[in-house]
């Protein structure tokens, strides 16, 4: 993919030497690389030190942006390089691709019954139950694997983590994930409230950032920042580097085919206007219907609502059972070739609800529809492979996934977004312009008018390089464990009744509880330290088709720990014991 407007560099023979001062860095990452548990040295997250900091491509003599890299893998975006916790291999297979779904059974093997933490649970599901003995992957515990190259770091091989025990209730867990490890790299889970330790079940809202993020925001503010792509100088050279990295790390996070097919937005929001603007207006009108679902978040309600009432289209919703769960059979009976776009989530921000994807996308795709998935909810807790759901667009928002506010990105097939027109105008999407004519720049850069959130840009970036280090399916295998210890927790609490008990759930245990309000819950909580979100979660639809205005909802993340909701647990059997 070529860079508008910016000149590729002259590679000066023996350019891709590195210098002296490099050689510092690569000793420095050996030590850093071998400080994994057991061994001493650096805590994980420390970052290398500014005085060896890497040389940008213009230096080194490689083409100025990460583009034109020889192996763009290497063109990753997190300077300074931090050392992130081993990255273990899920033991846990996913559903068929062909059902979409990620999700796990609530439940542990049936018929067995194990005490934690001095309840009786009992075991009726497909796995083994937390704490359960003998809760070994198979095989053994994975071993740790180095984290990918840095085209300014000579590759180290990491050393292999110790094995964690699992005697009663594990610290990692039936799945060998060591949370408590990870949560080192995350300054404000160290704060207090109230004067107890935070306990931040939000993550649904927001999740917290990794030191490698706030620090990678501040070393572009102090040693990159320029306005990106057409200046000839050295930081916008520095800039465009980053900016462009912080791409390719997106589409590696989405196994995108290219780089082209990544647009930067502010998040899942703008990328859903952007779409319903550009996409929209284009190819919708009377006659025409849209198919999106009760499950949806406003941001998929709201802009189609809209459109539909300027353009004259239909809207139509696809209905859910009591459980939450899309009907897959009603679904089927609206699509209709009158049916231009399918607009769905892949989790539900609300319930946890994992839709099944990828066999909605193909039904869509049987009438001739295109599809639109809202990833916000699903991007941080499993995998996501484009490429295998088949969807033709695809958002998701930076913040939900440990990264900045104000960024997100946009996936679209080649030939959706060719076919798209621009939807704001300004610099950056233009290659000419004059008093009688326009001719925009190509996918993606046509749809990113103006100056872009370049900082945030990149630490979206580096948000998606350290999670990629951790792993998708390991931190999808640890918070089915979460969702299954915090499910049977509150469950056996007398009046609490869980909201959305879908077969197929991620990181959501939405409840309320007999004689005690939402609103009452949460201030409970949140006098203890423990941050939930209480209210209708923009997604009032779907509650309201559950009976509901209101909901308190604990959301998960890799970080959380199995005493993270205990103490949730905690304060809601005491108010189950209050009139």
């Known amino acids: 993919m070529s860079t508008p407007n910016l000149d590729p560099q002259a590679i000066p023979e023996g350019a891709a030497d590195l210098p002296k001062d490099l050689a510092v860095l690569s000793d420095l990452a050996n030590s850093l690389f071998s400080a994994l548990p057991g061994a001493a040295g650096p805590q994980f997250g420390a970052p290398i030190p500014q005085a060896t900091v890497p040389m940008t491509s213009v230096q080194q003599g490689l083409p100025g942006t990460a583009a034109g890299l020889a192996d763009p893998a290497d063109a990753v975006a997190g300077l300074p390089h931090y050392t992130t916790a081993p990255t273990f291999d899920s033991p846990v297979k996913p559903h068929s691709p062909a059902l979409g779904g990620y999700g796990r059974p609530l439940g542990p093997p049936q018929g067995l019954t194990i005490p934690v933490l001095g309840l009786d649970i009992p075991c009726d599901g497909s796995r083994l139950p937390i704490g359960a003995p003998g809760a070994v992957p198979s095989g053994g515990f994975p071993q740790a694997t180095a984290p990918e190259s840095f085209y300014f770091l000579t590759p180290q091989v990491a050393t292999p983590a110790a094995p964690v025990e699992t005697i009663g209730l594990p610290v990692a867990g039936a799945s060998g994930f060591d949370a408590k490890l990870y949560r ?6 160290s704060e207090t409230v109230n004067g107890k330790p935070l306990v931040w079940l939000d993550n649904g809202a927001t999740t917290q950032k990794p030191r490698a993020v706030i620090d990678r925001l501040s070393y572009f503010y102090e040693h990159e920042n320029s306005n990106i792509h057409r200046a000839a100088h050295e930081l916008a050279a520095r800039a465009t580097d980053a900016y462009e990295a912080a791409r390719e790390s997106v589409r590696r996070f989405l196994n995108a085919p290219s780089t082209d097919n990544i647009v930067f937005a502010r998040g899942t929001t703008e990328a859903i206007n952007l779409v319903a603007q550009s996409w929209g207006r284009a190819n919708l009108g009377p006659g025409d219907e849209v198919v999106i679902s009760h499950l949806e978040h406003h941001a998929n309600i709201v802009p189609w609502v809209r459109l539909a009432e300027e353009l004259g289209f239909k809207l139509k919703v696809a209905p859910v059972n009591d459980k939450g769960e899309i009907l897959i059979d009603e679904y089927a009976r609206l699509l209709t070739e009158k049916v231009k776009l399918v607009s769905f989530t892949h989790v539900s921000n609300a319930l946890g609800t994992v839709t099944p994807a990828r066999l909605m996308i193909d039904m869509a795709h049987r009438v001739g529809a295109i599809t639109l998935l809202d990833g916000a909810q699903s991007v941080s807790h499993m995998p996501v492979d484009v490429q295998a759901l088949d969807t033709d667009l695809f958002v998701f928002s930076g913040h939900k996934v440990f990264g900045p506010t104000g960024i997100g990105a946009l996936y679209g097939k080649s030939d959706v977004l060719d076919a798209m027109p621009p939807w704001q105008g300004g610099g950056n999407m233009i290659e000419d312009v004059t008093f009688e004519h326009i001719r925009y720049n190509p996918a993606p850069w046509k749809f990113e008018a103006g100056t872009g959130n ?26 089915h464990d979460l969702l299954v210890y915090g499910t049977h927790l509150l469950t056996d609490i007398k009046g609490v009744k869980i909201i959305g008990q879908a077969a197929d759930k991620a990181g959501v245990i939405s409840f309320v509880m007999d004689n005690h309000t939402v609103p009452e819950i949460g201030k409970a909580l949140s006098a203890e330290g423990i941050a939930v979100r209480a209210g209708h979660h923009c997604a009032q639809p779907i509650l309201r088709r559950m009976g509901l205005e209101a909901t308190v909802r604990p959301s998960l993340a890799f970080y959380n720990t199995f005493e993270d909701l205990d103490a949730l647990a905690k304060v809601v059997r005491r108010l189950s014991l209050q009139k």
């Not at 080192?184 to 889970?189: C, R, S």
């Not at 900082?455 to 295998?477: E, H, K, N, P």
């Open 184 to 189: 080192k790299d995350f300054p404000i889970l």
């Open 454 to 479: 370049i900082a945030d840009a990149v630490g979206l970036g580096a948000a998606l390089d350290y999670v990629m280090r951790i792993g998708m399916d390991a931190i999808s295998a640890h918070e």
